[in-house]
C-alpha cells in the first residue's frame, strides 16, 4: 500500500514538474513571438552632427518611401559625376553617425556615398520590419538614380550585417553593378537559431531575410567580408552565403576581426573590397 502512494506521489510530481516546464516553454515562445522585433532592431537616437559636421562634403537629404515616410539620410556627392556611388545599408544597432568613418574613407577615395537611416531609427518614423526595411532601401536607391543623378550601372551596394540582407534583397529586384556584404548571415532563422537553440527560432520568425537564397539570383560581382572571430554571425554562414553568391568574385577573412570591431567598420581590409570591387564593376 505504502508502495503505491509513493508512486502516486512521484507520479504527481513529475506530472507537476513536466506541467511547469510546458509552461515556462509556453510563456518563452510567447514573448519571442510577441518581442521579437525588439530583439532583432536595435535602434538608437540619431546623431546629434550635421551631414557636413560628420562627413567633409556631405549634405542632410530626406528619403520618401513608397508608402509615405521621410527619412534622413547623408549624402556625400562623389569626387566626379562619373564616380561610382556606394548606398550603405546599415545592421540591426546604431545609426548612420556610427558610419561616418566608412563614408569619409569612401569619399576620400572620390566616391558618392549615401548613409540613411531604417524606419524607426534616428527619429524616423515608422517601425522597422523586413518589408519596411526593403522599401526604406528602394527610397534610397531612387535617391540616388534620380536626385543625386548617379547612373544604375555605377551603383555599389555595401550591406552589413542584418544590412547585407537589405542589400541583397535590393539587389534582387535592382541589380547594382557590385554588392559588398559584411558579416552576412545565411538567412535569419539561423542566425537566430545559433543565440536561442532551445526555442524554434524558424517557426517563430516573422522576418525572414533568405540572404543565401536571394543572392543565388544576384548575377552580379559580390564580394563577401567576415571576420575571422565573429560572435554574432558564425563564418561558416558568412562562407555559406559566398558560396551560394550567383557572381562571387571575392572573399575576404579578416583575421581576428569579430562582429563589431572597427577594423570591420572602416579597416583597410573593408575599404580595399569596395574599391577593388568598384573599380572592376564600373570599368
Given amino acids: 500500500m505504502s508502495d503505491r502512494r509513493d508512486h502516486r506521489r512521484m507520479l504527481r510530481r513529475a506530472v507537476g514538474g513536466a506541467a511547469v516546464v510546458a509552461l515556462v516553454c509556453t510563456v518563452l515562445v510567447g514573448l519571442l513571438w510577441a518581442l521579437q522585433r525588439s530583439l532583432i532592431y536595435l535602434p538608437d537616437a540619431g546623431p546629434e552632427l550635421s551631414a557636413a559636421e560628420a562627413v567633409p562634403g556631405a549634405r542632410d537629404v530626406v528619403l520618401e518611401t513608397e508608402d509615405g515616410l521621410q527619412l534622413a539620410a547623408w549624402y556625400v556627392p562623389g569626387r566626379t559625376p562619373e564616380a561610382p556611388a556606394v548606398l550603405v545599408a546599415n545592421g540591426n544597432g546604431g545609426h548612420r553617425g556610427m558610419r561616418a568613418p566608412l563614408a569619409r574613407a569612401l569619399a576620400d577615395e572620390g566616391y558618392a556615398v549615401l548613409l540613411f537611416d531604417y524606419r524607426g531609427y534616428a527619429g524616423n518614423p515608422g517601425s522597422p520590419s523586413e518589408e519596411g526595411l526593403a522599401r526604406d532601401a528602394r527610397a534610397a536607391r531612387i535617391f540616388l538614380v534620380e536626385e543625386a543623378r548617379v547612373p544604375a550601372d555605377r551603383l555599389v551596394y555595401f550591406g552589413e550585417s542584418l544590412g547585407a540582407a537589405v542589400a541583397t534583397g535590393l539587389a534582387a529586384e535592382h541589380p547594382p553593378a557590385g554588392l559588398v556584404l559584411r558579416s552576412p548571415f545565411v538567412d535569419l532563422a539561423a542566425v537566430g537559431s545559433e543565440h536561442y537553440p532551445f526555442l524554434p527560432v524558424r517557426a517563430l520568425l516573422r522576418d525572414r531575410y533568405p540572404v543565401a537564397e536571394q543572392v543565388r539570383t544576384v548575377d552580379v560581382p559580390t564580394t563577401v567580408l567576415y571576420g575571422s572571430a565573429d560572435s554574432i ?45 568598384a573599380e572592376q564593376a564600373v570599368a
Avoid at 563564418?235 to 572597427?262: I, K, W
Fill in 233 to 277: 554571425v558564425p563564418p561558416a554562414q558568412s562562407r555559406a552565403v559566398a558560396d551560394a553568391a550567383a557572381g562571387l568574385h571575392r572573399v575576404v577573412e579578416v583575421p581576428g576581426a569579430d562582429h563589431n570591431d572597427l577594423v570591420l567598420l572602416d579597416g583597410e581590409d573593408v575599404i580595399s573590397a569596395v574599391v577593388e570591387l
